[in-house]
């Protein structure tokens, strides 16, 4: 795709919500489609549909590469995946086993949204075939029980040589990419044209502010070297990156990641993207950040205060002239009982405003 198809969907007025799952929920039978990828497919059409989008953006699960690795890895029981953490470097015998069971055939959650994105890409042909994975840094996360320490050392300067936790961090990260990689290039043969990689992780709480106005490379060494990689691979691929972090951030992180060059960047609310439009290159589209987190509640903000908001946010970013596409700050995810909120404040994001 070319840059400038986003920078024309940003200058006609795009706005939609990151919202699939919301139109998947409607569905009695939503664990079953899931497992299914041309039905998973239909569904995430209808919702580019009715959130008036030509992005066709898959529902959000950031645990599918992680229970991908530990198939491959073997003799972890589904149920513990979500919890389960290395507690110590993977071996070298468990690291081949992971690279080389990766290489076979994907879980069949991960293999339906493959399919989903080939159903967008061979049944509508107006949508965009967007894939999407969990990042590199965050898949880490997920992998150890306590990051946030060995990733301070590295800050410190340690480095794998110097300190096994450290060497630990330095092993999965790169597990990590393999896995993401295999993700992306199955995705990306179906037919992605754009790539969303979501890295909520990269942010201050698991790197330190305080190290990297010191000077530390600690999150070029943690994160943004690990992205740059498949960054290199989508643009081998001519896929495009939708990069993603709903994640406490300072100036500097907001920097490297416009440093990846995705033609869209999209962050948490809790960045004020007007402010942030000095530091993104306008020929990067800023995406979002009306607080979806809250959606599931009127008591923290009605349609009403969705459309207000997204009216303040439309008038603050036409005052920068940097490109821009209302959306959410992240996935709007269903919640049992609410779904007629979270719906219409779904909405309010197409329409209101």
């Known amino acids: 795709m070319n840059r400038d198809y986003y920078l024309k969907l940003a200058q006609a007025g795009l706005r939609f919500p990151v919202g699939a799952d919301l139109v998947l929920q409607e569905h009695p039978d939503h664990e ?3 497992r299914d990828g041309a039905r998973l497919g239909a569904v995430v059409a209808e919702a580019a549909r009715r959130f008036k989008t030509p992005l066709a953006c898959p529902v959000m699960d950031l645990m599918l590469e992680k229970a991908l690795m530990l198939h491959a890895l073997g003799g972890i029981a589904e149920a513990d995946i979500p919890t389960w953490h290395f507690h110590a470097c993977p071996t070298a015998a468990e690291i081949a086993r992971i690279r080389q069971g990766i290489q076979g055939p ?9 399919d989903a994105v080939r159903h967008i890409a061979q049944h509508h042909p107006d949508l965009v075939p ?3 994975s969990i990042g590199p840094f965050s898949l880490m996360t997920k992998l150890l029980a306590e990051p946030i320490t060995p990733v301070y050392l590295a800050g410190a300067g340690l480095t794998g040589e110097d300190e096994p936790e450290v060497k630990t961090v330095e092993t999965v990260l790169e597990l990590a990419v ?7 290039q199955a995705q990306a043969a179906a037919g ?6 979501a890295e909520p992780a990269a942010n201050k709480v698991y790197i330190s502010p305080n190290q990297m106005a010191e000077g530390s490379d600690v999150f070029e060494r943690m994160a943004l070297k690990y992205m740059r ?3 290199a691979q989508m643009d081998a691929a001519g896929v495009d990156l939708l990069f993603h972090c709903c994640g406490e951030l300072v100036d500097e992180m907001v920097r490297g990641f416009a440093s990846l060059r995705p033609a869209i960047l999209s962050l948490g609310s809790s960045r004020q993207l007007w402010e942030d439009a000095a530091l993104v290159p306008k020929d990067i589209v800023l995406y979002g950040n009306l607080p979806s987190k809250k959606f599931y509640s009127d008591d923290l903000i009605t349609v009403a205060g969705v459309e207000t ?3 303040e946010f439309l008038a603050k970013m036409k005052a920068t002239g940097h490109p821009y596409i209302l959306g959410t700050e992240c996935d709007v995810l269903s919640v049992k009982g609410c779904e007629r909120q ?3 404040k779904a909405m309010a994001v197409v329409e209101g405003g």
Do not use: C, T, W
Request: positive net charge; charged residues 20%; glycine residues 2%.
């Open 32 to 34: 079953e489609i899931l």
């Open 106 to 114: 994907l879980d069949p959650r991960l293999q339906a949204n493959v």
């Open 130 to 132: 967007v894939g999407m």
């Open 178 to 184: 393999a896995v993401i990689s295999r993700s992306f």
């Open 192 to 197: 992605a044209k754009l790539f969303f990689v």
């Open 229 to 231: 990689r498949l960054k």
């Open 309 to 311: 908001m997204s009216r």
């Open 342 to 344: 979270l719906l219409a």
